[in-house]
């Protein structure tokens, strides 16, 4: 974290490294969930059909969602053309498709 209590976009991507590696069959649904987000769904909305994502690690997933919402409008507000938005979910698919051994 970056001493305060609201967290970076590293701490959230060093985060989700850490529950894919926990639960990598679970993290391919909250992966799902971030997708839904990332394409403007409302976290509390997408929360509903993934309500079973409990990791022991690191952030619960409330605050992963809505923190990433406001992560992609915060993009969207820089880059208007989409390409901030895209490279940060570019980052989180690559976590996705990252092997855990």
Same mark, same amino acid.
């Given at each position: 974290? /970056?001493?305060? *209590?609201?967290?970076?976009?590293?701490?959230?991507?060093? @985060? %989700?490294?850490?529950?894919?590696?926990? $639960?990598?069959?679970?993290?391919?649904?909250?992966?799902?969930?971030?997708?839904?987000?990332? /394409?403007?769904? *409302?976290?509390?909305?997408?929360?509903?059909?993934?309500? @079973? %994502?409990?990791?022991?690690?690191?952030? $619960?997933?409330?605050?992963?969602?809505?923190?990433?919402?406001?992560?992609?409008?915060?993009?969207?507000?820089? *880059?208007?053309?989409?390409?901030?938005?895209?490279?940060?979910?570019?980052?989180?698919?690559?976590?996705?498709?990252?092997?855990?051994?």
């Amino acid at each position: 974290m /970056n001493g305060k *209590d609201n967290p970076t976009h590293e701490d959230i991507l060093e @985060d %989700l490294r850490k529950k894919k590696k926990e $639960n990598p069959k679970l993290y391919r649904r909250l992966h799902e969930a971030i997708t839904r987000v990332y /394409n403007c769904e *409302d976290p509390s909305e997408v929360l509903r059909d993934y309500s @079973d %994502l409990k990791f022991e690690s690191g952030f $619960n997933v409330e605050l992963i969602l809505k923190v990433l919402k406001w992560f992609f409008i915060e993009q969207d507000i820089r *880059d208007w053309n989409y390409s901030g938005r895209t490279m940060l979910k570019s980052h989180l698919d690559e976590i996705a498709s990252q092997n855990t051994y």
